[in-house]
């Protein structure tokens, strides 16, 4: 091409190149565009942009041409919409280069997550902005993507319970906001009596299933904000924020009830747990000293012949004494 016009492979020029089809350009792009003025409207739109709202019932009072982008964020009362709404009134007035965002999206099957860009919109290189071009990408995929494998690295695959690195995270974020606050929490360590002998009579299968159902029984006993953990084996940790003394050992006197109750085998009786109990910060202050502890009485409980035991200082563990 030469001064506008077209130039064949011959050096022959052929007239006028034909002006670049900009609509046709946005109309390509899969991301959903849209070209909002200084006052923040809605200017323009792509095809994408167009698809996602009718796919998703959008009034085009809210979504189409002539709607007030600004204002609709700001009515959504979401925080990621407030701040899209503040870049766009940025980036017009000259103060912001750019802005890059997560951003949610209602819709009939839940919300969609768009990753959302907002440039300038001059008439020329170094030109005062008179508008902006916000372009949504969506990566709602990504982000359940990213979930799932965030609930496989913390789930026990065989219960459904948190795992230990779970427990590794949350335990320490429970005695901070317990000590923050001034409050109890509670760490109980159970193991399941007998589960041994059930696993090597009637095979891992029906082991598996025992501790399926054991897991159910237990969150269903505590409360919701509670955290049911499997450390390994028939051995599950419970934690208790704001839970002192007395509400701990209800607690876990329930647990052993419902296990009775719940937990049976053809002729063989139930599988019971036997529970230590150790609270913040009477009984220790690091997360390490709460699980020792809480270990130290559940090995007193099971010598006694199962049931529940709050820690005291008489007690150890094999490998010495407990240090809160």
Same mark, same amino acid.
């Given at each position: &091409?030469?001064?506008g016009?077209?130039v064949?492979a011959?050096?022959e020029?052929?007239?006028p190149? !034909?002006r670049?089809?900009?609509?046709?350009v946005?109309?390509a =792009?899969?991301a959903?565009?849209?070209?909002?003025?200084?006052?923040?409207?809605i200017q323009a739109?792509?095809r994408?942009w =167009?698809a996602?709202g009718?796919a998703?019932?959008?009034d085009?009072a809210?979504?189409g041409?002539?709607?007030?982008y %600004?204002?609709?964020?700001r009515?959504?009362g979401?925080?990621?919409?407030?701040?899209?709404?503040?870049?766009?009134?940025a980036?017009v007035a000259?103060t912001?280069?750019g802005y890059s965002?997560?951003?949610p999206?209602?819709?009939p099957?839940g919300?969609?997550w768009?990753?959302?860009? %907002?440039?300038?919109?001059?008439?020329g290189?170094?030109?005062v902005p008179?508008?902006?071009?916000?372009?949504? %990408?969506?990566v709602?995929?990504?982000?359940?993507t990213?979930a799932?494998?965030l609930? &496989?690295?913390?789930?026990d695959?065989?219960t459904?319970?948190s795992n230990r690195?779970? =427990?590794?995270s949350?335990l320490?974020?429970m005695?901070e906001?317990?000590?923050r606050?001034?409050?109890?929490?509670t760490v109980?360590?159970?193991d399941?009596?007998r589960?041994k002998?059930?696993?090597?009579?009637?095979?891992?299968?029906?082991g598996?299933r025992?501790?399926?159902?054991?897991?159910q029984?237990?969150r269903?006993?505590v409360?919701?904000r509670?955290?049911?953990?499997r450390t390994?084996?028939d051995?599950?940790v419970?934690?208790?924020?704001?839970v002192?003394p007395?509400?701990?050992l209800d607690v876990?006197?329930r647990l052993?009830?419902?296990?009775r109750?719940?937990l049976?085998?053809a002729?063989?009786?139930?599988i019971v747990?036997s529970?230590? %109990?150790?609270?913040?910060p009477?009984?220790?202050t690091a997360?390490?000293?709460l699980?020792?502890a809480?270990?130290?009485?559940?090995?007193?409980?099971?010598?006694?012949?199962?049931?529940?035991?709050l820690w005291?200082?008489?007690?150890?563990? !094999?490998?010495?004494?407990?240090?809160?």
């Open positions: &091409m030469r001064g016009e077209r064949t011959g050096g020029t052929t007239g190149a !034909p670049p089809d900009y609509r046709a946005l109309d =792009l899969s959903q565009v849209a070209v909002v003025d200084g006052a923040g409207r739109v792509n994408a =167009l996602f009718t998703n019932g959008a085009p809210v979504s041409v002539g709607a007030d %600004v204002a609709v964020a009515r959504s979401a925080p990621e919409a407030w701040a899209v709404a503040d870049a766009i009134e980036v000259g912001l280069a965002g997560r951003y999206c209602p819709g099957r919300p969609r768009f990753t959302v860009h %907002v440039s300038p919109l001059r008439a290189p170094g030109d008179t508008g902006a071009v916000v372009e949504h %990408v969506e709602t995929r990504q982000r359940r990213r799932a494998l609930t &496989m690295a913390y789930r695959p065989l459904g319970a690195r779970r =427990l590794d949350a320490p974020r005695l906001r317990a000590a606050n001034g409050q109890p929490a109980l360590a159970l399941f009596d589960f002998e059930v696993n090597d009579r009637f095979g891992h299968e029906v598996d025992a501790l399926r159902a054991a897991a029984v237990l269903r006993v409360r919701a509670d955290r049911v953990v390994g084996g051995e599950f419970v934690l208790c924020p704001a002192g007395a509400q701990a876990a006197g052993v009830r419902a296990c109750q719940e049976t085998l002729g063989e009786g139930a747990p529970v230590g %109990v150790a609270i913040f009477e009984h220790g997360p390490g000293s699980l020792r809480a270990d130290a009485a559940l090995y007193a409980a099971k010598r006694q012949g199962g049931g529940c035991r005291s200082a008489d007690l150890t563990l !094999p490998g010495g004494p407990v240090e809160p």
